[in-house]
């Protein structure tokens, strides 16, 4: 009996060490099992009270708590993009910075608000330039990792054309893009954020408060992401110095020279940038007319934050003539044996066309290969292959925003300036007047 009752016993403390172990598993157990890169881009603007910041971080942090954070970096990973003003945009973490549970949510509860507007538009390009990178943690090779930028604001940007614009450029990379608008929002700029299908990436409620309310839904949605990366459309092969050159008509319109802007942005996202790899410049560099050279940006986050402040005065034709004077040479950085490409962004009809066709013919005979790219109804197509010198680098689109679906034309480009695909001269040049 004794004997039968210190079994019973034995089996008992068994049963409930075995119950006890079943309900800390059933305690951990993760919404979402599948590992994953998540970039938070979290509102830290002047419209925020302090409390509901702190009601924003806490949010973070339960969904996060939804995913397996393993210390080795093989389970999820997050990073984390704070902004308001352009200056005081901050990464405040990296996807490979990260590893350990309890060390992430320190990080999430030591950030700080940084008070200002609600430049959304630079927080984008920043997360692309810079977080979504495989030296940054983004596992790219992976496609079984889900892959996704989580997007908090209670405002309306600055500029939302050029917020929609770089929400734009992520989507295109493959990455899946969630946003969540707090209070009184603009429905229209919450859902340009998101990807497709936006009733599934948007999410709104209606305070701070309310956001623990949609966790689970978040989770849930964001773990039935498949975003698998695609292949990069600009490998380098040939090491090219590629100068980008904007017709006058362009620059002397502030909302043309804005979608200009953003084409070379999306144009150049495609670029790996380096010293070793390719350099960029925006033709001409002076006092009046702030390009930059090859020497000055070495990465493409540089080349982003110049870009967002740009006015150029002077002429088309004198733009392209400052290829071969002072673009292509040593003292800008332009590097000895490389591949030198000008990409010339025009508006129709041309200004001073002859003289732009001269100095293309100048620049051409230095070894500059020159692209020309056409924008809006009144463009010429003859005129852009007489710049270019040959109909397969002469482009015409409808809008900036048109290049990005213009796949062919996209990929002839890339497999000119990264490949090294050439195309010889075909188009004979004019010697006279040119009518259209």
């Known amino acids: ?23 800390s598993f059933a305690a951990i157990k993760k919404i979402c099992a599948k590992n994953a890169d998540i970039i938070f881009v979290l509102d830290a603007s002047s419209s925020i009270w302090g409390p509901d910041f702190t009601k924003q ?43 350990n549970r309890s060390k992430l949510m320190s990080a999430i509860d030591s950030i700080g608000q940084s008070l200002g507007n609600t430049y959304t538009n630079v927080a984008l390009s920043r997360v692309r330039g810079q977080m979504l990178r495989k030296e940054a943690g983004l596992r790219v090779d992976d496609p079984s990792v889900i892959k996704m930028v989580i997007v908090m ?40 954020l998101a990807s497709e299908p936006k009733e599934n990436n948007t999410f709104i409620v209606d305070t701070f408060k309310g956001l623990s309310a ?29 100068a980008f050159v904007l017709g006058d008509m362009i620059t002397s319109n502030t909302k043309k020279l804005n979608g200009a802007i953003t084409l070379i942005k999306n144009i150049s996202s ?28 070495k990465s493409n986050e540089e080349v982003n934050q110049h870009l967002d402040n740009v006015e150029m005065p ?56 020159l692209v020309a790219i056409g924008v809006g109804p009144n463009v010429n197509l003859r005129e852009l ?12 689109i409808d809008s900036y925003q048109d290049f990005d679906n213009e796949l062919q034309r996209s990929k002839a480009l890339y497999s000119f300036v990264c490949k090294g695909d050439e195309f010889p001269e075909s188009t004979k040049q004019p010697s006279g007047s040119l009518i259209g």
Request: overall charge positive.
């Open 153 to 192: 604001t209670d405002g309306v940007s600055e500029y939302p054309p050029r917020t929609a614009l770089e929400a734009k450029l992520i989507q295109n990379t493959g990455v899946r893009v969630l946003s969540i608008g707090i209070g009184n929002v603009n429905m229209q700029e919450i859902n340009a």
């Open 57 to 99: 971080l806490n949010f973070v942090k339960s969904v996060i708590n939804e995913f397996n954070i393993y210390s080795d970096g093989s389970g999820t990973r997050v990073g984390v993009l704070t902004f308001s003003n352009p200056e005081k945009v901050k990464i405040q973490f990296n996807l490979n910075t990260h590893f």
């Open 270 to 297: 495609e670029f790996e940038i380096g010293p070793e790899k390719m350099l960029v410049s925006l033709v001409p560099k002076d006092c009046t007319a702030p390009g930059f050279d090859f020497k000055d940006y």
């Open 385 to 396: 292959r007489y710049i270019s010198g040959t109909r397969k680098l002469a482009f015409h």
């Open 214 to 242: 949609i966790k689970e839904i978040l989770a849930v949605r964001a773990c039935d992401i498949k975003t698998p990366i695609p292949p990069p459309v600009c490998e380098v092969v040939q090491k090219s110095d590629v």
């Open 1 to 23: 009996m004794n004997s039968f009752s210190f079994q019973s016993f034995y089996l008992l403390i068994i049963l409930l060490g075995l119950m006890a172990t079943s309900n």
């Open 314 to 369: 002077d002429k088309t034709a004198s733009r392209i003539s400052n290829l071969a004077a002072k673009t292509f040479t040593a003292d800008t950085g332009a590097r000895r044996g490389v591949r030198k490409v000008a990409i010339v962004m025009v508006e129709g009809p041309l200004n001073n066309k002859m003289e732009i066709f001269k100095a293309a013919r100048q620049a051409k005979s230095n070894g500059i290969r």
